[in-house]
């Protein structure tokens, strides 16, 4: 059923629509109705997930349509699994350890819906294991026309003209411009352990050993504190056992009290007193400390993140990680900005998602953050220059000021994804205003 929506707000609260309808609907058929309703009405429809986009890439002034009621595991087999696409990555996670089984890599915040991480090109880091959708098997989908379909990697068929595998490769990564998700099958493997050692470490360390620790580690991750030489390294990788887990003080001291409520104090201050950041992010590198455990491989790979921010993030070529890193910093040395937030890097291996921000290139992740109260769009636009002049990849889900006429040069199949587009949705009924702009 139909009603008038409230105002949606994403999680950090920089964007924001009041659509016009919006529905939950509880399996694929009502989608599909919902979609033969809206083209009908002239609306056009978009399906939001939990929010956790910073771009505008789920908002419409049409139909909305909520995931909460399309949850769960529908089915399962040998190493697979379908969810449906309101599924958040936490629920998934829990399910699959109580049925012995993981995902092989995802990103450090569970809370997005499995159909919004993949369609955003949602990653982690992994030497070997690609992003959520280099996970993917197969997706159900709801078309401009309301007919379901199922796309499969090893399809061999046509859909509307368009192979099956090409339609697999543009589907898996596509802002939601092909068709509405409705359910994603995940390759699965047995249940893993990681071994988690995260220290304390100097950039200029790093930096003289990059391909080293790259190369060395199943999973690095570090964040370099602004102002500062600091960085807090994590190295993650599988592990025979047994389980060393923290305790639960030690757990809450690293994830609950110092990842959250005493850095979002240091950013309060931060905030009101600017002056003060350089001072305070050397404080916290000074607290920084070398921990090891043991654990479920779900519990290493995710973390608590509750201080609200804002984020942009670009994939580099791996091998440009280094010379991006001197380049940031010499940014924030020539500049007068003060920067509270770290820095995050990581890393994934080539994929073949036509818009996945790593396709066909080892790729290296620099993330920049601030604070949501003191917003510093002129920071994100130094670094946004860099990442371009080496060729980046802004993240779909994250904030940027790229449009179609850049990205089509970066993407090597966006030409080709703008053909599948014009035969699935050719009178757009999957657009927004945000998609005019990044795909034209």
Known sequence: MGETFHTFRNWARNQSATPAEVRAPSCAEEVSRAVRDAVAAGRRVRMTGTGHSFSPVALTDGLLLRPDALTGIRAAGDGWVTAEAGTTIGALNRELHR?????????????????????????GTGRDVGGMADQVLALEM???????????????????????????????????????????TFRVEPAFLLHSVRRPMTLTAILGA?????????????????????????????????????????????????????????????GRHPGTIPRLNALSAAMLSTSAYIDASYRIFTSVREVRFLEMEYAISREHLGRALHEIRDLLERRDWKISFPVEVRVTPASDAWLSTAYGRDSAYLACHVYRPTPNPAYFEGVEEIM???????????????????LAGVYPRFEDFLVVRDALDPGRAFANDHLDTVLG
């Open 99 to 123: 049925m012995g089984l993981a995902l092989a890599n995802m990103g450090d915040i569970d809370a997005q819906t499995v159909a919004g991480a993949v369609q955003t090109g949602t990653h």
């Open 142 to 184: 709801v078309l401009a026309d309301g007919e379901i379909v199922t796309v499969r990697g090893d399809g061999e068929g046509r859909i509307r003209g368009v192979a099956e595998r090409d339609l697999f490769d543009a589907a898996r990564v596509s802002l939601g411009a092909l068709g509405v998700v409705t359910a994603v």
């Open 210 to 270: 990059l391909d080293t620790l790259v190369t060395g580690n199943e999973h690095l991750d570090f964040f370099w504190m602004p102002h500062t030489d600091a960085c807090l390294i994590k190295r993650n990788n599988r592990s025979p056992g047994p389980p060393r887990p923290p305790g639960a003080l030690k757990h809450w001291f690293d994830n609950q009290f110092m990842e959250n409520t005493l850095f979002g104090a240091l950013c309060g201050v931060g």
């Open 388 to 406: 371009t002049r080496l060729g980046g990849r802004p993240h779909w889900g994250k904030l940027h000021t790229r449009d179609a006429s850049y």
